[in-house]
């Protein structure tokens, strides 16, 4: 930085441009707004010659106001990229690597910095001082940076131009910050330039304060002015050894004061209790108009957070993907049944009909020789026997096709429960991952909250701002108590849900297994009778029709998956 060699004399340094530094990037990035003139003006502090400039000092310098800068980085949302802050100037301004943003993985075009602003408190010397920001790879590859003077810094939201080490414009890097500018103000005089910037709300503060004020010296004056009634054995004696006199009262009647006397001691405690109850009553007050009630999520608005949505909309896709390959596996299954029901009703028709013309054959010719030989008792028994081997074939056939579609479902069911009972798993995981995260943010934000209360105390109440802030330290460990214990009640519920579920599920599926059989059962039925009513000619639309129904009814999980997840 020049103070280095104006404080060493010297008028006029020469820079060498062969070797793009840091320090040469630092004079490019002044030079930038004076006109690119390659020369800087020393300031007017450190020209005046009744003025001693010390670089190494931490106070404010006679003249100059110190600036309070504070940077968040704002671009909006995939390499890993991340930002460098460094501050130039005196050496108490001088803070190398100040600030270094985390990773932004996979967003290279449109990275995103969700992470609390660099603040730099206190800078002595604003128009000596630099503000660069760089950007590099994962990999530590430089991107591109700017260098900016603290005097040149305009608040508010900002797109930041990034440059090379040249000093060159880059064609699209740069990065939306949004930046604080304000003098600096010690934090002893931190309340009274709060009341110059609101002076409406600090005489609101004020007035209030002394209202509160007044009640309570009111009221410790009632309190003494009640003790001193109710004890007045102890300040007047005399009165005691006086005669009793009748004593008129507000009915107009009179009374001894031998008649019925109070005791002195619960004359005196009487008022001493009201006393005290008041200012507690008024305290609780006060803290629960200070406290704010933070209440933890419930598993229902738990599950309704977008990470545990995605995850059920992936297990829905998974189930039905599962149900659709056993569905393919049990088309291709019904396909190769009728293909061989088919097959097996041609050969049987054919069987049939080249007995009939034999017989029909063999009747003429016998009514012809007039042979005995094979007659119709013959070929009656040839035709019982071929209807009863087809009837046995088809049996068998038909057990066979009822096995196998038993079978694979049976293995779909198999499948849809283990894949339940890994998605039950992985709900039960992810649910309480959500759980833990929100209720560690609750955690942060009641802590803040916490520090907010206690400051709105100290700012409101002064006189008894100890005792206000212990009660209202007791009241926040409760707050903080009863949050902990709701957390941990809805941790607990999430962690008994997973056996509900794995009941349910369990109680579900073995009412499927049940009526497995009876519905295979049904449905080969229903299917061979179709195919005998029907014919040979319609022997492929009724088994189309009969498969839509067991494709329905297999449907069924994937439907009761979906309302599940609807649910």
Known sequence: MPQVFWNAGCQLVALNFQTIDLSMQLNLGMYEYNGKSGYRLKPEFMRRPDK?????????????????????FLTDKKVGVYVEIDMFGLPVDTRRKAFKTKTSQSNAINPVWDEEPIVFKKVVLPTLASLRIAVYE????????????????????????????????????????????????????????????????????????????????????????????????????????????PVPVENGLSHAPSAAPKPASQISTQPQSTGSTKPAAKT?????????????????????????????????????????????????MIKEHTAKYNEFQHDYLRKRAVLLKSAKRDGKKRCLSSSPEHGPSFFEQELANLDQDSGQKLSELKEQQQQQLLNLRQEQYYSEKYLKKEHIKQVIEKLTAIAEESQSNQMKKIKELCEKEKLEINRSYVNEVVQHIKRLEDAQTKRHEKL?????SILQQILDEKPKLQNDLDQEYQDKFRRLPLEIQEFVQESTKRKTEDGEQEVLPSSSSTLEKLMQKGAQSEDDTEEEKKD
């Open 52 to 72: 001693h400039f010390d670089p190494f000092t931490e106070s404010t310098v006679d003249g100059i106001v110190a600036n309070t800068l504070s940077v968040k």
């Open 138 to 245: 994962e990999g530590g590859k430089f991107i591109g940076h700017r260098i900016i003077p603290v005097s040149a810094i305009r608040p508010g939201y900002r797109y930041i131009g990034l440059r090379n080490e040249k000093n060159q414009a880059l064609t699209l890097p740069a990065i939306f910050v949004y930046i604080e500018v304000k003098d600096y103000v010690p934090d002893t005089f931190a309340d009274v330039i709060e009341a110059l910037s609101n002076p409406i709300r600090y005489v609101n503060l004020m007035e209030q304060r002394s209202k509160q004020l007044a009640a309570l010296t009111l009221e410790e004056g009632e309190e003494e002015k009640d003790t001193k009634e109710a004890d007045p054995g102890v300040e007047n004696p005399s009165e005691v050894k006086s005669e009793p006199k």
């Open 284 to 332: 609780e007050d006060l803290i629960q108009s200070v406290l704010t009630e933070m209440e933890a999520q419930t598993i229902e608005e738990l599950k309704q957070q977008k990470g545990f949505v995605r995850e059920q909309r992936r297990h829905y896709k998974e189930m039905k993907d599962l149900v659709k390959k056993h569905h393919k596996k049990t088309t291709e």
């Open 484 to 488: 902990v214990e709701t957390h941990k």
